[in-house]
C-alpha cells in the first residue's frame, strides 16, 4: 500500500506536465476551425457584395481568386481586377487585400499595374513602382481612404486636343467623409504630389522644373457618385448644386510658386465658375502667357513683384505676393476689376 501513493503521485504529476500542452493544442484546433469558418464567411460576403453590385449596374470580377492568410489574417487575391459600369470600364493588375481577424474593417491594399480606365472618350493609363491603400470602414460605410504611390506615370487622351503625360517621385491621396458637412454629402481630399513632371504646366507658365503639388479641398454633393461616365457625374454633381471648396492650393516649380484658396462650381454652360484668392511668386510668364503678351506680362509680373530672377542680396528668393482675387465667371477670367483678353474658358463637357 506503501508503494502504489508514490505512483498515484507521479500519475498526477504527470497530468499537470502535459496540461499546458493539452491545452494549447487545444486552442490551436479551435482557432484554426474559427479561421476557416471566418475564411468562408468572408467569401460569402464578397460574393455578396458583387452580387450586390451588379444589382447596380457594377460588374467586378477577380481573376484567379484566392483567399489565404491564416492563422491571424485574411488574404484575398485577385490575378487582375476589372470594373466595367455602362461605358466605364477600368482594370488593375495582381490586387491584393489584407484585414486582421480582429480588424476586419481595417484593409490594407497592394495594388499592381497596369491601370487602364476609359468611359470610350476619355482614356486613364497608368503605371508605378508600387501602390498601396489603406480603406478605414464602419458600420456607416468609408471612414478613410488612403492612396500612395511611389513613381507614378499617368497618360490622360481625350479629355484634351492633345496627351497629358505626367510623373512623379511620390503621390499621397486621403479621402474622408467631412463629419460637420453630413447634410451636404461632402467628402475631404488631401493630395501631394512630390517632384511631378507637367509638361502642360511648364508650357503654362514657364520653366522645366519639377514641381511640388499640395492641395486639400472639400467637395460637396458627393453621395450619388457611381462610376458613370464622366460627363455624367460631372452633371449629375452640377445640377445637384456641388461645389468645391479649395481650403488650400500650393505649387511649387524651382522659383516659381502659386497658392490659392477659395470656392469652385459649374455653370450652365458647364464651364469652372466661382473665385479664388492668390498669392504667387515668379509667375511673369504664367501673366504673359494669360494676357497674350509675354513681354507686357513680364512688366505687369514685375509690378506685382513676380519676375522669378529677382533675389534680394542675400540670394534669397522674392516673398509670395498677394495679388486681386481671381475670378471665372462666364467664361471670362478676371484678375480683380480687369479682364484677362485672349483668355477664355471652355466647358469641361
Not at 54 to 82: M, N, Q
Not at 129 to 148: E, K, M, T, V
Amino acid at each position: 500500500m506503501a508503494e502504489a501513493i508514490p505512483a498515484e503521485s507521479g500519475r498526477h504529476s504527470r497530468f499537470w506536465l502535459y496540461t499546458p500542452l493539452i491545452l494549447l493544442l487545444l486552442v490551436a484546433a479551435a482557432w484554426s476551425v474559427a479561421w476557416f469558418v471566418i475564411r468562408n464567411r468572408a467569401a460569402e460576403t464578397l460574393d455578396a457584395w458583387i452580387v450586390s453590385e451588379k444589382r447596380i449596374g457594377r460588374h467586378w470580377t477577380c481573376t484567379d481568386r484566392t483567399i489565404a492568410g491564416y492563422p491571424f489574417r485574411i488574404e484575398i487575391v485577385c490575378g487582375a481586377l476589372s470594373l466595367k459600369q455602362g461605358a466605364v470600364t477600368a482594370s488593375f493588375g495582381r490586387t491584393e487585400a489584407i484585414a486582421q481577424v480582429y480588424q476586419p474593417r481595417l484593409v490594407i491594399a497592394e495594388v499592381a499595374g497596369p491601370l487602364h480606365v476609359s468611359d470610350g472618350k476619355v482614356t486613364v493609363q497608368g503605371r508605378w513602382d508600387l501602390l498601396q491603400a489603406s480603406i478605414h470602414a464602419s458600420q456607416a460605410g468609408l471612414q478613410r481612404l488612403s492612396i500612395a504611390a511611389n513613381a507614378p506615370k499617368v497618360t490622360v487622351t481625350g479629355l484634351l486636343p492633345q496627351e497629358i503625360a505626367t510623373s512623379g517621385q511620390h503621390l499621397e491621396l486621403h479621402l474622408r467623409p467631412n463629419p460637420s458637412r453630413a447634410s451636404e454629402n461632402a467628402y475631404d481630399a488631401a493630395l501631394s504630389v512630390k517632384q511631378a513632371s507637367i509638361p502642360q504646366l511648364d508650357a503654362l507658365i514657364g520653366g522645366t522644373e519639377l514641381t511640388d503639388l499640395n492641395a486639400d479641398a472639400t467637395a460637396t454633393q458627393t453621395a450619388d457618385f457611381q462610376g458613370r461616365p464622366l460627363a455624367q457625374e460631372l452633371e449629375r454633381w452640377r445640377g445637384a448644386g456641388g461645389v468645391l471648396d479649395v481650403l488650400m492650393l500650393s505649387v511649387t516649380k524651382g522659383p516659381r510658386r502659386l497658392e490659392a484658396k477659395g470656392q469652385l462650381n459649374l455653370d450652365g454652360e458647364h464651364r469652372p465658375a466661382g473665385q479664388l484668392n492668390v498669392a504667387a511668386a515668379g509667375l511673369d510668364g504664367l501673366i504673359g502667357n494669360i494676357t497674350g503678351n509675354r513681354t507686357g506680362g513680364a512688366l505687369l509680373g514685375a509690378l506685382l513683384g513676380q519676375n522669378p530672377r529677382a533675389r534680394d542680396k542675400t540670394g534669397a528668393q522674392p516673398p509670395v505676393a498677394q495679388l486681386p482675387p481671381l475670378s471665372l465667371n462666364n467664361g471670362f477670367l478676371a484678375m480683380g476689376p480687369f479682364v484677362i483678353p485672349n483668355f477664355r474658358l471652355q466647358p469641361l463637357y
